[in-house]
């Protein structure tokens, strides 16, 4: 596949910033995939460095260069599907590497052959355990509180994510993500279903997709993702806190990861506490995204 092709099926949309190596390996396994039709890659880069743009560089993708400060999740992702030419989207981050060569049909393969889903949710799956945070950065050890559990109990078990995420283009010109800073996600897919829209989950694929954290990265993350929760319009509450705090699995897993040597850092030791504290802040005390 080429930056050439005139008349992709489907068209991959990757927003990016000086995600380096990480994002070579996407790009090669992207071009590695066995497919039976045209597609494109279009990255939407907001103020890569020279080491980054020169991997972009070596593929053959469409790249269309944004100003740092203008970077928005909803308004970002609007971007790359206005830009995009095939009949279906594909959401991917630059620092999700695809698994397998069959990841791309697997996606969108339900949206080719049926016109009854509006989008195709994959998996997420972790790196290997000395590149990622002793809690994960996705699943629900991460996403352990009630805040979390609510969503996904209420989705049929889908907690949509643009990390690895097929949509049909003439949904998303329906329905756009529009300008949010976080959680544009999550947001999207309560209005879809609230119009009547379906979402599948293909668990097997997967993107291999996850997150180291130091302390000061933690705190902004997860107050950012209670401001997010507080978009989607879902409210977290002193009892919720205090229900996340006390659930005792959680403590569990921290003694036996201080045992095991797994569990390394404050954030790691901390993070059963600060998470449904931060999470509250977040949601309901802060008055903008940062």
Same mark, same amino acid.
Request: with cysteine.
């Given at each position: 596949?080429?930056?050439?092709v005139s008349r992709?099926l489907?068209?991959i949309?990757i927003p990016n910033?000086?995600?380096?190596?990480?994002?070579?390996?996407?790009?090669?396994?992207?071009?590695?995939q066995?497919?039976?039709?045209?597609?494109?890659v279009?990255?939407v880069d907001?103020?890569?460095?020279?080491?980054?743009l020169?991997?972009i560089?070596q593929?053959p993708v469409?790249?269309?260069?944004?100003?740092?400060a203008s970077?928005?999740?909803?308004?970002t992702?609007?971007?790359g599907?206005?830009?995009?030419?095939g009949e279906h989207?594909v959401f991917l981050?630059g620092d999700a590497i695809?698994?397998g060569?069959k990841?791309?049909i697997?996606l969108?393969?339900?949206?080719?052959?049926s016109?009854?889903?509006?989008?195709?949710q994959?998996g997420?799956?972790?790196?290997?355990?000395?590149?990622?945070?002793?809690?994960n950065?996705?699943?629900s050890?991460?996403?352990?509180?009630?805040?979390?559990?609510?969503?996904?109990?209420?989705?049929?078990?889908?907690?949509f994510s643009?990390?690895?995420?097929?949509?049909?283009?003439r949904?998303?010109?329906e329905l756009a993500?529009?300008?949010v800073p976080?959680?544009?996600?999550?947001?999207?897919?309560?209005?879809?279903?609230a119009?009547g829209h379906?979402?599948?989950y293909?668990?097997?694929?997967n993107?291999?997709?996850s997150?180291d954290?130091d302390?000061?990265?933690l705190?902004?993350?997860c107050q =950012?993702? !209670?401001f997010?929760?507080? %978009? *989607?319009?879902?409210? @977290?509450?002193l /009892?919720?806190?205090?229900y996340?705090l006390l659930?005792?699995?959680?403590?569990?897993?921290?003694?036996?990861?201080? =045992?095991? !040597?797994?569990?390394?850092? %404050? *954030?790691e030791v901390? @993070?059963p506490? /600060?998470?449904?504290l931060?999470?509250?802040k977040g949601n309901r005390?802060n008055?903008?995204?940062?």
């Amino acid at each position: 596949m080429s930056a050439e092709v005139s008349r992709p099926l489907v068209s991959i949309v990757i927003p990016n910033k000086d995600e380096g190596e990480i994002l070579r390996c996407c790009l090669t396994q992207i071009f590695r995939q066995e497919v039976p039709f045209p597609f494109e890659v279009v990255i939407v880069d907001s103020g890569s460095g020279e080491e980054t743009l020169n991997i972009i560089k070596q593929f053959p993708v469409r790249l269309h260069a944004i100003p740092p400060a203008s970077f928005n999740h909803g308004l970002t992702r609007d971007l790359g599907a206005s830009l995009a030419r095939g009949e279906h989207l594909v959401f991917l981050n630059g620092d999700a590497i695809p698994c397998g060569e069959k990841w791309l049909i697997g996606l969108v393969e339900p949206l080719l052959v049926s016109d009854e889903y509006a989008a195709v949710q994959g998996g997420i799956q972790e790196r290997d355990r000395a590149h990622r945070f002793f809690w994960n950065s996705c699943g629900s050890s991460f996403y352990f509180t009630r805040l979390s559990e609510r969503w996904i109990a209420r989705y049929d078990g889908i907690g949509f994510s643009t990390v690895n995420a097929a949509i049909r283009k003439r949904v998303w010109e329906e329905l756009a993500f529009g300008e949010v800073p976080i959680m544009e996600d999550k947001r999207w897919q309560k209005a879809a279903v609230a119009r009547g829209h379906k979402i599948l989950y293909r668990s097997e694929v997967n993107v291999v997709h996850s997150h180291d954290f130091d302390l000061k990265d933690l705190i902004r993350r997860c107050q =950012r993702e !209670g401001f997010g929760w507080r %978009l *989607a319009g879902e409210k @977290y509450e002193l /009892l919720d806190v205090l229900y996340d705090l006390l659930s005792p699995g959680k403590y569990r897993m921290l003694m036996a990861g201080l =045992r095991s !040597g797994e569990v390394r850092s %404050l *954030a790691e030791v901390l @993070y059963p506490f /600060l998470r449904p504290l931060l999470e509250f802040k977040g949601n309901r005390i802060n008055n903008s995204y940062e």
